[in-house]
């Protein structure tokens, strides 16, 4: 069997995606629909527990929005079977949570943004918003949900 183009990438970042996350309830991971993939959100791997501005740095808050998009790639890779199979990233939306004063709620993204580009180049690129937020599940550092287009 041969490597896709996208694991062949994966492999050269050094990323070996986990086992898909299952939800935590009576909702999908993954919905397609008309050519789209709309992904559940999904925080970082580990579970880590704070908010950013208190418990974690910006830096640190970059890496768990990288994580939470890896968590993403695996959503997608076990519902479509090959990543090759993106067309494009469209929109990610990232809940940062945070405290009051905490400024850099889009550096914080950026971690999931470059992840996008670094495993798809320009189809990578996508439309975006991030908020922050005075709690999310579980008290995780930061959700993101996305869209993606796929080949039909």
């Known amino acids: 069997m041969s490597i896709s183009l996208i694991d062949k990438k994966l492999l050269a970042l050094n990323i070996t ?13 993954v919905i397609i629909v008309n050519g789209f993939v709309f992904v559940s959100g999904k ?3 580990g579970n880590p527990k704070g908010k950013l501005g208190i418990d974690f740095t910006t830096e640190q ?12 790639l695996a959503v997608l ?3 479509l079977g090959s990543l090759d199979k993106v067309k ?16 850099e709620h889009h550096k914080v993204l950026n971690g999931f943004s470059d992840l996008l580009y670094d495993v798809f180049d320009d189809k990578g690129v996508h ?8 709690s999310v599940r579980n008290n995780l550092p930061i959700i993101v949900d996305s869209i993606f287009e796929i080949e039909k």
């Open 77 to 79: 890779k076990s519902e």
């Open 17 to 29: 995606l986990p086992e898909a996350s299952e939800p935590a309830a009576k909702y999908a991971n």
């Open 127 to 134: 439309a975006r918003s991030v908020f922050g937020a005075v």
């Open 61 to 72: 808050g970059y890496q768990f929005a990288r994580q939470a998009g890896i968590e993403v």
């Open 43 to 45: 925080g970082p791997a």
């Open 88 to 103: 494009r990233a469209v929109k990610i939306q990232g809940f940062v949570n945070a405290s009051g004063e905490f400024e």
